[in-house]
């Protein structure tokens, strides 16, 4: 099987080069791959990993919102809620453990009425369905958490934290590295058949259905760009942990939260815009193969034709264009941010899986063959995920040996 496979402009090679036989490969080294390498070599598995880029967590796993979830808002059952909930603990545990950055302020969901309300009872029904602590709060208990939050009701998540993910993956990484893995950096995956291993586990993100070839003919990966700005010094300190809007239940990755970073940062957003390249970071990039391969989609051109889907683009199109747009959106979480205080800040691209019907997949998707793991839709909270869900695919790619 021969896959194309990186972005433009990027050198491919079709084997590890010069190395014996692994048991496994991983192609990828964001927090899936290299969790996943992390967990086979500790198990006593030879292992190499094949990253594209320079070093490890330079598309989405560096590129995120840096939320550690918890949990209350995904589907009971599905492997996202069982993954989140188990990743979220250990993940903040292993980042006490390692000295990651990690700060665990709690998250708060907002609602503005009646209908967000009734959204955020929802969540609260989800939360402990999936054993999240969660709590409803009136707009006096809110304000005890949020001072400056203001909405008719909230749902708390005191689990929920922010901590450096681009820390988490090299730590995730110098475990794997010291346990015996290999990382070979700047090897684009061409051939999976070339790689020198017995079991291939394919973590590659936004370029996953590519690298999976066949496998994965019936689903493309559609870029969603997300966008952040930050507030500057005078709003910052009006945000101590996290505010989120209450999501709309269709499009639940649309909608803006105020979050405060390891850093101290206060990055607002992330919008979600079509991005014209899977690893195109601006508004006027473009990467003609995957933009040419977004419009052969059929699934995309059934999703644009989706009424609900084009209500919101232009709301999103305007915000991540104008900075005032997000403002909005921010302010009705918390009235007090004066004019002005928005600076851009930085984006991330989501690797969103849409299937012929134009659907968005809303689940992890991880398909098998006899000698293949492949990770097909890793999607938010993927990184809060990773510890369990890396797991997971290391024992079924150590089934395959
Ligand atoms: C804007 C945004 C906000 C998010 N916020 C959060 C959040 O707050 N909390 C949370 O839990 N999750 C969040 N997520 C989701 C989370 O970031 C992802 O689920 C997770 O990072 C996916 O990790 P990954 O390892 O699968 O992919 P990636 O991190 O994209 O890693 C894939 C790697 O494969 C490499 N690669 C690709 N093709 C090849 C090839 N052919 N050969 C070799 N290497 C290749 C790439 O260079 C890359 O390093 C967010 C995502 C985005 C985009």
């Not at 058949?193 to 559609?222: S, T």
């Not at 900075?323 to 989501?350: D, Q, Y």
């Not at 293949?372 to 839709?377: Q, R, S, T």
Request: with cysteine; hydrophobic share 45%; aromatic share 6%.
């Amino acid at each position: 099987m021969t896959v194309p496979a990186g972005a433009e402009g990027q050198p491919q090679v079709s084997s590890a080069a010069g190395c014996g036989v692994f048991d496994v490969a991983v192609v990828g080294a964001g927090c899936i791959g290299a969790s996943t390498a992390k967990h086979l070599a500790e198990a006593g598995h030879s292992v190499v990993v094949l990253e594209k880029e320079p070093a490890p967590a330079l598309h989405q796993s560096g590129r995120n919102s840096g939320v550690v979830h918890a949990g209350y808002n995904l589907k009971p059952g599905s492997a996202k809620a069982r993954f989140c909930v188990e990743g979220s603990r250990r993940m903040r545990a292993y980042c006490r453990e390692k000295g990651v950055a990690l700060e665990q302020g709690g998250i708060l969901v907002v609602a503005q009425d009646e209908v967000q309300t009734r959204t955020l009872e929802d969540l609260l029904a989800r939360g402990r369905a999936n054993g999240v602590e969660v709590d409803l709060l009136d707009p006096d208990r809110m304000a005890a958490v949020e001072p400056h939050a203001r909405g008719v009701a909230a749902l708390h998540a005191p689990e929920g934290a922010s901590v450096d993910a681009e820390g988490y993956v090299r730590a995730l990484v110098a475990d794997a590295e010291a346990a015996g893995a290999e990382f070979r950096y700047g090897q684009a995956v061409a051939d999976l058949d070339a790689l020198p291993a017995r079991v291939v586990v394919n973590a590659a993100g936004l370029h996953a259905d590519r690298v999976a070839g066949d496998v994965a003919r019936d689903v493309r990966v559609v870029p969603f760009r997300g966008y952040y700005a930050r507030l500057d010094a005078r709003a910052a300190p009006l945000v101590r942990s996290h505010v989120y809007a209450a999501p709309d239940p269709r499009f639940p990755f649309l909608g803006v939260h105020l979050s405060r970073r390891v850093d101290g940062t206060v990055a607002v957003g992330p919008g979600a815009m079509l991005a014209f390249g899977r690893e195109a970071y601006a508004f006027w990039r473009v990467q003609p193969r995957d933009l040419a391969a977004t419009l052969a989609w059929p699934g995309f051109w059934r999703l644009f034709g989706d009424a609900g889907f084009r209500r919101l683009l232009p709301g999103e199109v305007r915000k991540s264009l104008r900075l005032r747009a997000i403002e909005r959106e921010a302010r009705a979480l918390v009235p007090a941010l004066p004019p002005g205080c928005l600076a851009r800040f930085t984006a991330g691209n989501r690797a969103q899986m849409v299937d012929r019907r134009g659907r968005l997949v809303d689940d992890i998707v991880v398909r098998e063959t006899d000698a293949a793991v492949h990770v097909l839709n890793a999607v938010s909270p993927g990184l809060t995920c990773s510890l369990p869900f890396g797991e997971d695919l290391a024992q079924r790619a150590m089934a395959k040996l």
